[in-house]
């Protein structure tokens, strides 16, 4: 350590701002993941759309009239398709979070800070940092809660999708074998 004051303040300034670009870098990777989450989401939906349309078609036009257990799998596997594009929605809903501190507090703390003569200002830059860092970490906690929301949602919807799919490959196998 330095015996120089201002030398452990430049340090501890260089430290915070390190971690509050650290934060920011953070919400960078959560807003892409945002993103990839919903264009899975999206795409989850169109090939769901594509597959329950060509079941109600095989339903409808099919030469084959089902049994019983057909029948039952068909309502089954309509369900799961519904399931499946609901939670996929589910997952696409906007949801309300904590913004990055570009603006609000951070912003009026900085324009207070420029009011102060060069000593105050210094003393007070690393608590000007300090709120920074704590609105960063606030607004990336509010943005993983939702990602994560999203996620579950996500997960939720393929499995009901790939439990639909191995259903219609039972119906298909069940109406062979019975041919």
């Known amino acids: 350590m330095s015996d120089d004051p201002n030398h452990e303040v430049s340090s501890e300034a260089t430290l915070l701002r390190m971690l509050v670009e650290s ?3 953070e919400y960078k990777e959560l807003s892409e993941l945002w993103r990839n989450l919903d264009t899975k989401a999206q795409g989850v939906i169109a090939l ?3 597959l329950l349309a060509a079941f109600v078609a095989f339903i409808t036009k099919g030469q084959v009239r089902p049994g019983c257990v057909e029948r039952g799998l068909f309502v089954v596997t309509l369900l799961l398709f519904t ?3 609901f939670a996929a929605a589910l997952a696409l809903r906007i949801r309300a979070t904590v ?3 570009y603006f609000g507090p951070v ?3 900085l324009q207070d800070l420029l009011q102060l003569e060069e000593p105050d200002r210094s003393e ?3 608590d000007l940092v300090r709120e920074e860092l704590l609105q960063w970490e606030e607004c990336n906690e509010a943005v ?3 990602v994560n929301a999203k996620t579950e949602a996500l997960s939720w919807s393929q499995l009901l999708t790939g439990v639909s799919i191995a259903l219609l490959a039972l119906i298909a196998i069940t109406i062979v074998v019975r041919s």
């Open 107 to 109: 912003q009026e703390n």
């Open 48 to 50: 769901t759309g594509i």
């Open 99 to 101: 913004g990055p501190p």
């Open 83 to 85: 399931g499946s594009m």
């Open 144 to 146: 993983r809660a939702a």
């Open 23 to 25: 934060r920011r870098e």
């Open 124 to 126: 007070r830059m690393n």
